[in-house]
């Protein structure tokens, strides 16, 4: 009879949820490690992308000759 005394007792219940609050800063390590990686990439191919860089000194002749014999 001493177990039918206890199951009419209420208990209230708390449940602890843990949110990890301190983790997760793998995911920001990735993203500033990409744009790092993209702006070195734009740095060494900016010549060859037209974004500045060293211009090259293309001679263009005024006219072209053509000799035709028959």
């Known amino acids: 009879m001493a177990d039918n005394d206890r199951d009419d007792v209420e208990r209230e219940r708390t449940t602890v ?3 990890g609050g301190g ?3 793998g995911g920001v ?3 500033v490690l990409l744009i790092i990686v993209v702006l070195v990439l734009l740095y ?3 010549a060859d992308l037209g974004l500045g860089g060293k211009t090259t000194n293309i001679n ?3 006219s072209i000759d053509v000799n035709v014999n028959h």
């Open 17 to 19: 949820v843990e949110t």
């Open 23 to 25: 983790g997760g800063g």
């Open 29 to 31: 390590l990735a993203v």
């Open 44 to 46: 060494i191919f900016r």
């Open 60 to 62: 263009v002749p005024n």
